[in-house]
């Protein structure tokens, strides 16, 4: 177990007071979530030779374990084979593998997009169920963000009674505040109609496109209004991010919100319960003797 010494653990659970918009873009599984940030740094490097599960490795981002990395492309694939009707049943461990199930299942979709039987949609990520169906699952850098954004609006609003620079933002959520599961798991799947279809949110986007400004419409899948989920974060004894800096944190976010389409838009503002957890101890997690 983590040494109780050194760190603290609190069970933060959000309740949706609006509804949540999902945030996996689906312009391209394989593009978006893997190769477009590949793709740039193998072209600086010239390496566009190298194999495709090197590529993926080589480039994952650096505040995502390659544990987390294949996990959430797993969920993203998860979401979209709900969507053609196709489950996966023995879903790969293996990134250059899961590249290729996820542009396969792309292509599918494409097809079905081109029928007109579906529209385009910013969706959440899911996994099985084990009942033969799939349920909704966030990761759970969404909550750190969450909080680390509020301390950045703190600051920069003059407000120091938690960091006082942004910098001690950066430095104190990358090292001081960490969840200790990869995901949550909210109690309730996203909002469909009588028949079973996704009922989405549709909201007007602003973009720049060769120098003109133009709209376009997104549409997202949403998490109904009560939904909870949440997640424990384990928080360096020491660190300023104490009980009450967390409850301050919290309570600012539930303007902020979670998901797509938050501050401007309402959408994702929660209530929240915070528990400090006197004995907790991490599964998996075994420090041994003579060790700290």
């Known amino acids: 177990m983590a040494h109780p010494k050194f760190f603290k653990y ?7 007071l609006t509804e949540m918009l999902g945030t996996c873009s689906e312009a391209s599984i394989w593009n978006v979530h893997v190769i477009k940030k590949a793709m740039k740094q193998i072209k600086k490097a010239n390496q566009l030779t190298g194999k495709l599960n090197k590529i993926a490795e080589q480039f994952i ?18 979401a979209f084979s709900e969507l053609i009707g196709e489950h996966v049943k023995d879903m790969p461990n293996d990134v250059a593998k899961l590249l290729g199930l996820a542009e ?5 979709y494409r097809e079905i997009l081109k029928s007109g039987e579906e529209s385009p949609a910013t969706v959440f990520m899911r996994e099985p169920d084990g009942n033969g169906g799939t349920r909704v699952k ?33 430095e104190v959520f990358a090292l001081d505040v960490k969840p200790i599961d990869q995901f949550m798991y909210p109690d309730q799947d996203i909002i469909r109609d009588e028949n079973g279809k996704r ?12 120098g ?38 919290l309570t600012m976010g539930r303007s902020n919100g979670l998901g797509a389409w938050r501050s401007s838009g309402g959408k994702g503002q ?22 700290m």
């Open 104 to 108: 396969e299942i792309e292509n599918k």
């Open 61 to 78: 981002g650096d505040e995502i374990s390659p544990e987390k990395h294949i996990a959430e492309l797993q969920g993203i694939i998860n």
């Open 212 to 249: 003109k400004d133009e709209t376009a419409i997104s549409q997202s899948e949403q998490l109904p209004i009560g939904t909870e989920f949440g997640c424990i974060l384990r928080v360096r004894a020491e660190s300023p991010i104490t009980k009450d800096a967390l409850i301050k944190l």
């Open 10 to 16: 609190y069970k933060v659970t959000y309740k949706l």
């Open 138 to 170: 966030i990761g759970s850098h969404m909550a750190l963000g969450n909080l680390k954004k509020n301390a950045s609006v703190m600051v920069n609003n003059g407000d120091k009674s938690i960091l006082n620079t942004k910098v001690s933002v950066g």
């Open 199 to 210: 009922v989405l949110c549709e909201r007007p986007v602003r973009f720049n496109r060769m």
């Open 270 to 291: 929660y209530c929240f319960k915070l528990e400090e957890l006197e004995d907790f101890t991490e599964d998996g997690v075994v420090i041994p003797e003579g060790f």
